[in-house]
């Protein structure tokens, strides 16, 4: 009972931060420079082209109707016509967004089978030269922002350097797993790294804690053999926070998505808002705004929920 009472109420803080975000997207498009009217029928347009197309697209409304309007579409599956590209928002951006969370799959995948690999091999080798090593290698990942690292990969090992690796674009899935996952690889490891790198140092801390805990000693005290002790007792308690870390930061990640896609011009929700930024093509931007922030919300729901599942004190915390 306690745990369903948890989970309602969270369902009603995602709520409400989705509408909260909705007001700032809709507010924010709002004081953007740029009249987009003028933007599309040109400078030379009459006034009474001006005053029929500011009817037709509802912009003679008051704000607050505008909005909405917005909203009641938008709940409905309704997102509006692309001004630019004079197409549904609702299908364009689902299959840009398909390719965006392929993108953030990959990067997903990544940041778990690399972020706990360091984290064990670093708390296993803890205060030698490899944990020094790694830990500094790790370090210097988290230092640089994506746009660099992405910069820096591409220079070379996508036509600098080496050659292993296209340097832009995505054919899709249709095209075969394997092309796919080549030139997936540099995006999503410029996405990863430093998720990756903050994932290894929480399971190199909770794998220390564990391994110095009171059942790990008596375990070896009893003769376990140590594989036996590592598989058994240090992993599953020290993988308990960094499943939930992982999770709870997968919105990071998405947030991460518009500046790797515009990198790699890779053809995602992320290039699809700066395009719709820089045309000032407002229902798009604010139909891109509104998706990323709720992903960004959702999954951060899911790795809190997560949390209450693994660790049944915080449901008590929470009440």
Same mark, same amino acid.
């Given at each position: 009972?306690?745990?369903?009472?948890?989970?309602?109420?969270?369902?009603?803080?995602?709520?409400?931060?989705?509408?909260?975000?909705?007001?700032?997207?809709?507010?924010?498009?709002?004081?953007?420079?740029?009249?987009?009217?003028?933007?599309?029928?040109?400078?030379?347009?009459?006034?009474?082209?001006?005053?029929?197309?500011?009817?037709? +697209?509802?912009?003679?409304?008051?704000?607050?109707?505008?909005?909405?309007?917005?909203?009641?579409?938008?709940?409905?599956?309704?997102?509006?016509?692309?001004?630019? +590209?004079?197409?549904?928002?609702?299908?364009?951006?689902?299959?840009? +967004?398909?390719?965006?969370?392929?993108?953030?799959?990959?990067?997903?995948?990544?940041?778990?089978?690399?972020?706990?690999?360091?984290g064990l091999i670093t708390a296993l080798f803890e205060g030698t030269r490899i944990d020094r090593y790694i830990?500094?290698?790790?370090?210097?990942?988290?230092?640089?922002?994506?746009?660099?690292?992405?910069?820096?990969?591409?220079?070379?090992?996508?036509?600098?350097?080496?050659?292993?690796?296209?340097?832009?674009?995505?054919?899709?899935?249709?095209?075969?797993?394997?092309?796919?996952?080549?030139?997936?690889?540099?995006?999503?490891?410029?996405?990863?790294?430093?998720?990756?790198?903050?994932?290894?140092?929480?399971?190199?801390?909770?794998?220390?804690?564990?391994?110095?805990?009171?059942?790990?000693?008596?375990?070896?005290?009893?003769?376990?053999?140590?594989?036996?002790?590592?598989?058994?007792?240090?992993?599953?308690?020290?993988?308990?926070?960094?499943?939930?870390?992982?999770?709870?930061?997968?919105?990071?990640?998405?947030?991460?998505?518009?500046?790797?896609?515009?990198?790699?011009?890779?053809?995602?929700?992320?290039?699809?808002?700066?395009?719709?930024?820089?045309?000032?093509?407002?229902?798009?931007?604010?139909?891109?705004?509104?998706?990323?922030?709720?992903?960004?919300?959702?999954?951060?729901?899911?790795?809190?929920?997560?949390?209450?599942?693994?660790?049944?004190?915080?449901?008590?915390?929470?009440?």
């Open positions: 009972m306690e745990i369903l009472k948890s989970i309602v109420l969270r369902l009603g803080y995602t709520a409400l931060i989705l509408l909260c975000v909705s007001l700032m997207v809709f507010a924010v498009t709002e004081l953007l420079p740029g009249n987009v009217i003028t933007m599309i029928l040109g400078t030379d347009a009459t006034e009474e082209e001006v005053r029929r197309l500011t009817a037709l +697209m509802g912009l003679d409304l008051p704000a607050w109707q505008r909005y909405l309007n917005w909203v009641g579409s938008a709940v409905q599956g309704d997102l509006g016509t692309s001004l630019r +590209m004079q197409q549904p928002i609702s299908g364009l951006l689902l299959q840009r +967004m398909g390719d965006s969370l392929v993108l953030a799959s990959v990067a997903f995948v990544m940041v778990a089978v690399g972020g706990i690999l360091i830990s500094g290698i790790a370090a210097i990942g988290t230092s640089l922002p994506e746009f660099v690292t992405g910069t820096v990969f591409v220079l070379i090992f996508a036509g600098g350097v080496f050659s292993w690796f296209p340097p832009s674009g995505y054919g899709g899935l249709a095209n075969g797993l394997g092309p796919a996952l080549h030139q997936l690889f540099l995006p999503a490891l410029t996405l990863s790294i430093v998720l990756m790198a903050y994932v290894g140092r929480v399971t190199r801390t909770s794998t220390i804690d564990a391994l110095r805990s009171d059942y790990v000693r008596t375990a070896r005290l009893k003769g376990v053999p140590e594989w036996k002790v590592i598989t058994r007792h240090v992993i599953p308690n020290a993988f308990v926070p960094t499943v939930t870390v992982l999770f709870m930061n997968i919105g990071w990640m998405v947030g991460g998505i518009v500046v790797v896609e515009a990198v790699f011009v890779f053809p995602g929700i992320g290039r699809l808002m700066l395009f719709a930024i820089a045309e000032r093509d407002w229902p798009l931007i604010q139909a891109c705004a509104l998706a990323i922030a709720a992903i960004y919300v959702f999954s951060n729901l899911v790795g809190d929920l997560l949390a209450l599942w693994l660790n049944p004190r915080l449901r008590v915390e929470g009440r």
